[in-house]
């Protein structure tokens, strides 16, 4: 799954506003995508709450109907090809510090 911080979001709008060289659409995603598993794991140690269990796809079919397979169960890999060759610094690069500075306290 493909994931982005505001702060970072932010600075790929900026970026693409003032770089006259990203003419055309750009991903705005972070560089590294990551599987809902890990994304769970992280999210759990990030709250300090156990992650034993994915949610199963029957259950998740039954909370969100349609929706499920299209946002939940399927998986896309988009990375930002053209802000990486451009030489964009994203801020946060890994799940786990972009989970721990977005829900710091």
């Known amino acids: 799954m493909s994931w982005i911080t505001l702060e970072d979001l932010v600075g790929v709008i900026r970026r693409a506003i003032e770089d006259e060289s990203l003419r055309g659409p750009v991903n705005a995603v972070a560089p590294r995508p990551v599987t809902n598993a890990e994304f769970t794991k992280a999210l759990g140690r990030v709250l300090g709450r156990p992650t ?15 929706m499920a397979d299209a946002l939940l169960l399927a998986g896309s890999r988009v990375e930002p090809a053209r ?17 721990r500075s977005v829900l710091k306290k």
């Open 52 to 66: 034993i269990f994915a949610v199963p796809a029957f259950a998740a079919r039954l909370a969100f109907g349609e």
């Open 83 to 99: 802000l990486n060759e451009a030489g964009h610094q994203f801020k946060h690069t890994e799940i786990e510090g972009a989970l």
